[in-house]
């Protein structure tokens, strides 16, 4: 026997160990708590069948009594494996071979450099606030009405309820959202944020308290210097039930989404003002941010813990990463590593998917973030934090692995692997050196030179409709006949007013009156004939005409006899097809090879239609970043496009 079985080492008083959950291959597992440093650690029914001998003293006596009193066969190699497992981790009483002074090595091999402590903490670091767990404990059975599943019911219900009144406002809905670009409407926005995500951390802390677990703190995280509420519910780990685990993990999910039910269904009936735009707010990034983000799987959000759970893998995404490692490397280079560990076929596929699909969800996400807090902050700063959020989560993983692939030996490699990469090699550079783009995109607004749109010249009711959308039409077509009761009587009373000065104006010459009378007479006739003249005009406007031959495009809905319209009402416009002109901003580098005499094609954005054939007639210079008609579609696209990177930072980190 080694002198390292001679004496077993002895455990710490304060380890608790309790039942774990059942593994994946139904063999019972075992959680071993450490209250001093707050770990928990997952043991097999081999470490357990020891570590429950421990007491006998010598390591032979342990073997001889878990190989006798158990269907375990057991080594000395696992005793030796399981003994530098308590040294590692701290879990006995003294240190191995009584050296006190590994305790200072491991503190500073623990210790990072200044530089990586400062960048951990820009990245992330927490902010204890409270210690709810009696608070939690004492107010819980006010909140048992909410694990009824009748509940559930009643929120389904809700839900389908509340999207069927929005769907019948939906053009109302969404016209909401253009209040949030006022300073008070971001202040909502930012308080409906905090309000969800509290309560989004209160449902992950009641469902832990329900299942008897410690919620020691809560408070906030900063991520990359935002704020995100966090619990701390990690003594769910002690939960022999997987299920239970996954009702805590999905809890604050449950709520957030509750939440945005009731937000739904309340704006349908509340009055215009702030209340409806925050319900607004609840009832469209609530759900947006808890999809999106808290139930992404690819990142240590509610859904990772979720998916891991269910699938009963702890510490899913470092194995699903070490597996896909050796998996590229042996796909790639054929070499015969040995596997990380041995899985069953079928977890094993799940786990490379979830891998290979958390690192492409990673670069995209890192890469918008890196921009996002480019634009957040001013230039230097923005630039520094650009370059690490690129180096750090983009750079490094794959110049480390760049640096795995350089210590295999390229010679031991097949000579077909060796083609497929000298192939790849060559294809690479040409893609690099050769340019393959040979044209330019430029976004731009087809219009038509000749268009105009119409309007009622008076308030008026419609008399006839004589044109359909779409319709051809030639100049001086009718479009629409209106009549206007008012403007009839004021032509009735002009011309009962005009024949009342022409009577002035003759009685005025068949008598020796004063010039200046018959100057005056004069003029009120002359001035009452042209109010009546411009009355008639107007009455003959009232017909309305197309001006040019075109088509009738965007006509007015529900334009029919007997409708009353005003001057504000955009009826129909008429456009010529035969002369189109297009308007379009291209960027300074596309710019540069742009001329005069070019051609191209214009492609409509829904994909519509064939292409257009186009020439580039006139380039001027000009400091815009967006045509004038497309500046507000752009600031909604800006403002989303910053709401969604703030979504995915104000993921719950429960």
């Not at 080694?2 to 597992?29: I, K």
């Not at 926005?189 to 308290?209: D, P, Q, R, W």
């Not at 379009?584 to 214009?602: C, K, Y």
């Amino acid at each position: 026997m080694s002198e390292t079985l001679a004496d077993l080492p002895v455990l710490r008083d304060d380890l608790q160990l309790s039942p774990g959950p059942v593994s994946a291959d139904n063999s019972p597992s075992w959680t071993i708590y450490d209250p001093a440093q707050g770990r928990y650690f997952r043991i097999g029914w081999l470490a357990f069948q020891l570590l429950s001998r421990w007491h006998v003293g010598a390591g032979q006596n342990l073997i001889d009594a878990v190989n006798q009193e158990t269907s375990c066969t057991v080594t000395e190699r696992d005793v030796q494996d399981l003994i530098s497992f308590l040294y590692a981790n701290n879990l006995t009483v003294s240190p191995k071979d009584q050296n006190h002074g590994i305790y200072l090595q491991q503190f500073r091999a623990g210790r990072k450099a200044w530089y990586i402590r400062l960048l951990h903490s820009y990245l992330f670091f927490r902010i204890p606030l409270l210690k709810p767990d009696r608070f939690l404990r004492v107010t819980l059975p006010f909140f048992q009405w909410c694990f009824n599943i009748n509940i559930l019911y009643a929120l389904l219900l809700a839900g389908a309820l509340g999207l069927y009144l929005v769907s019948r406002q939906w053009d109302v809905f969404l016209s909401t959202f253009l209040h949030f670009f006022a300073w008070d409407g971001a202040l909502f926005y930012a308080l409906a944020i905090v309000f969800s995500k509290s309560l989004h951390e209160l449902g992950h802390a009641y469902t832990a308290v329900r299942f008897g677990c410690r919620v020691p703190t809560l408070g906030i995280a900063c991520m990359m210097l935002m704020p995100i509420p966090y619990t701390d519910v990690t003594d769910a780990w002690r939960l022999k039930s997987r299920r239970q685990r996954v009702a805590i993990g999905a809890a604050g999910v449950i709520v957030e989404l509750a939440l945005a039910i009731i937000a739904t269904l309340a704006w349908s009936f509340l009055p215009e003002g702030s209340l409806r735009s925050a319900a607004f707010i609840l009832a469209t990034t609530t759900w947006l941010i808890t999809l999106s983000v808290n139930l992404s799987p690819f990142m240590r959000f509610d859904g990772y813990y979720i998916l891991a759970d269910l699938w009963g893998i702890d510490n899913l995404q470092q194995r699903a990463f070490a597996l896909a490692k050796w998996h590229m490397r042996h796909l790639l280079f054929g070499f015969s590593q040995p596997k990380p560990e041995h899985l069953p076929a079928a977890k094993e596929y799940k786990m490379l998917l979830y891998a290979y699909g958390s690192w492409l969800y990673r670069l995209v996400v890192f890469s918008g973030l890196a921009l996002v807090v480019y634009h957040f902050f001013f230039k230097l700063l923005g630039l520094l934090l650009f370059l690490v959020e690129i180096v750090w989560f983009i750079l490094k993983p794959i110049i480390h692995e760049l640096s795995v692939w350089k210590q295999m030996n390229y010679q031991q490699m097949g000579s077909k692997r060796k083609i497929a990469w000298t192939a790849c090699i060559v294809l690479l550079l040409l893609m690099l050196l050769i340019p393959w783009h040979t044209t330019v995109r430029i976004p731009a607004i087809l219009e038509a030179e000749q268009r105009i749109t119409l309007f009622a010249p008076e308030a008026a009711q419609i008399v006839d409709v004589f044109v359909k959308p779409g319709q051809q039409v030639d100049a001086g077509t009718p479009i629409l006949a209106l009549t206007s009761p008012k403007l009839e009587d004021d032509i009735t009373l002009a011309e009962k007013r005009l024949a009342l000065h022409s009577l002035r104006l003759e009685r005025a010459t068949t008598t020796r009156e004063a010039s200046a009378d018959m100057r005056v007479a004069l003029q009120q006739w002359s001035a009452e004939s042209s109010h009546l003249a411009g009355l008639i005009e107007l009455r003959q406007r009232l017909l309305i005409r197309a001006p040019f031959s075109g088509l009738i495009v965007d006509m007015s809905d529900n334009l029919h006899p007997g409708r009353w319209i005003n001057r504000e009402l955009a009826l129909a416009t008429v456009v010529n097809p035969n002369r189109i002109s297009l308007e379009g901003i291209a960027e300074e580098d596309s710019a540069a090879v742009l001329a005069s005499g070019q051609t191209g094609r214009f492609l409509r954005e829904d994909g519509l239609g064939g292409a257009i054939k186009v020439k580039l007639e006139t380039i001027d210079l000009v400091n815009l970043r967006q045509l004038d008609s497309m500046r507000p579609l752009n600031h909604a696209i800006d403002f989303l496009k910053k709401a969604v990177a703030v979504y995915a930072i104000f993921g719950s980190t429960s």
